[in-house]
Nanobody, 125 residues
Framework: QVQLTESGGGLVQAGGSLRLSCAAS????????MGWFRQAPGKEREFVAA????????YYTDSVKGRFTISRDNAKNTVFLQMNSLTPEDTAVYYC??????????????????WGQGTQVTVSS
């Protein structure tokens, strides 16, 4: 069993930055693909970014490329999402997720086994 706990959300002005953290329990963190998803009001949950267990592979959705950076510290069982140049369109609840298996089908939420409770990010214009 894996428990995920996000932190770091908040209110920020457009153009600002936030850094989200997701702490994971368990001994198999480095074996798991870690992803970030987000869900805006009235919209479906969407993929944001993912990183392989070793950290060697990364994948982003097009809308955040060049602005967001996913990283992980396997020694601390933590994954991060650095978000820069935020816009009001980035406002959402952000979730981290964990899964086993290959670094594929990353954008499909159903392929992830464990989810955090989410952290709210609000970007004001």
């Amino acid at each position: 069993q894996v428990q995920l706990t996000e932190s770091g959300g908040g209110l920020v002005q457009a153009g600002g930055s936030l850094r989200l953290s997701c702490a994971a329990s368990g001994r198999t963190f480095s074996d798991r693909v870690m992803g970030w998803f987000r869900q805006a009001p009235g919209k479906e949950r969407e993929f944001v970014a993912a990183k392989s267990g070793s950290g060697s592979s990364t994948y982003y959705t097009d809308s955040v490329k060049g602005r967001f950076t996913i990283s992980r510290d396997n020694a601390k069982n933590t994954v991060f999402l650095q978000m820069n140049s935020l816009t009001p369109e980035d406002t959402a609840v952000y979730y981290c997720a964990a899964r086993s298996g290959r670094f594929s089908s990353l954008t499909i939420s159903a392929t992830y086994d464990y989810w955090g409770q989410g952290t709210q990010v609000t970007v004001s214009s």
